[in-house]
T-cell receptor
Framework: DAGITQSPRHKVTETGTPVTLRCHQT?????MYWYRQDPGHGLRLIHY???????DKGEVSDGYSVSRSKTEDFLLTLESATSSQTSVYFC?????????????FGPGTRLTVT | TQLLEQSPQFLSIQEGENLTVYCNSS?????LQWYRQEPGEGPVLLVT?????EVKKLKRLTFQFGDARKDSSLHITAAQPGDTGLYLC??????????FGAGTRLFVKA
């Protein structure tokens, strides 16, 4: 158990509203990630962080922003939610040792944009 | 663009049968991970392979990394209903460079 929690676990929101998802870890890991998972696409990286206030874009970052003001918290914000952002969102922490890149995932947030 | 293709996309078998799922790419990876995901939960890491030709066993699951480090397979012996889930492979080269396949959804009928 990597001590990762996500909140909320479920959310329904209307098109055009801002939404913030929270990821919290208890093990002081440097690397944190936000993914979205959609049928047929697997997991796609939205943004990642390699330290406090150090973040960068992933494969599908348009319409999303992130912040990391503390090691333990990584926030994902949908600035103006659209129906195409309906998805399941997963946060992960990364443990890297040599060639081993292992990620440990939270339980996910199911977001529906109506 | 690196891609990981998994096959088959869906597999439904009877309890006790054997099966193999595949993860293929044209790119070389420094390591490859296999995850299992159950409905409503996040993926859970099963194994990491790092050396070409490496074979790892986890009870009834056998994982193999291709000699050229471009592909991998997962073999399950005598599948059980508890093996039901989505199996994902992921290729690593540095955490934020990890890419995931779309997964193989396995259903084992009792």
């Amino acid at each position: 158990d990597a001590g990762i929690t996500q909140s909320p676990r479920h959310k329904v929101t209307e098109t055009g509203t801002p939404v913030t998802l929270r990821c919290h870890q208890t093990e002081n890991h440097r690397y944190m990630y936000w993914y979205r998972q959609d049928p047929g696409h697997g997991l796609r990286l939205i943004h990642y962080s390699y330290g406090v206030k150090d973040t960068d874009k992933g494969e599908v970052s348009d319409g999303y922003s992130v912040s990391r003001s503390k090691t333990e918290d990584f926030l994902l914000t949908l600035e103006s939610a659209t129906s195409s952002q309906t998805s399941v969102y997963f946060c992960a922490i990364g443990r890297t040792s040599g060639n081993r890149d292992e990620q440990y995932f939270g339980p996910g947030t199911r977001l529906t944009v109506t | 663009t690196q891609l990981l293709e998994q096959s088959p996309q869906f597999l439904s078998i009877q309890e006790g049968e054997n099966l193999t799922v595949y993860c293929n790419s044209s790119s070389v990876f420094s390591s490859l991970q296999w995850y299992r995901q159950e409905p409503g939960e996040g993926p859970v890491l099963l194994v990491t392979v790092v050396t070409g030709g490496e074979v790892k066993k986890l009870k009834r699951l056998t994982f193999q990394f291709g000699d050229a480090r471009k592909d991998s397979s997962l073999h399950i012996t005598a599948a059980q209903p508890g093996d039901t889930g989505l199996y994902l492979c992921a290729g690593g080269g540095g955490g934020f460079k990890t890419i995931f396949g779309a997964g193989t959804r396995l259903f084992v009928k009792a």
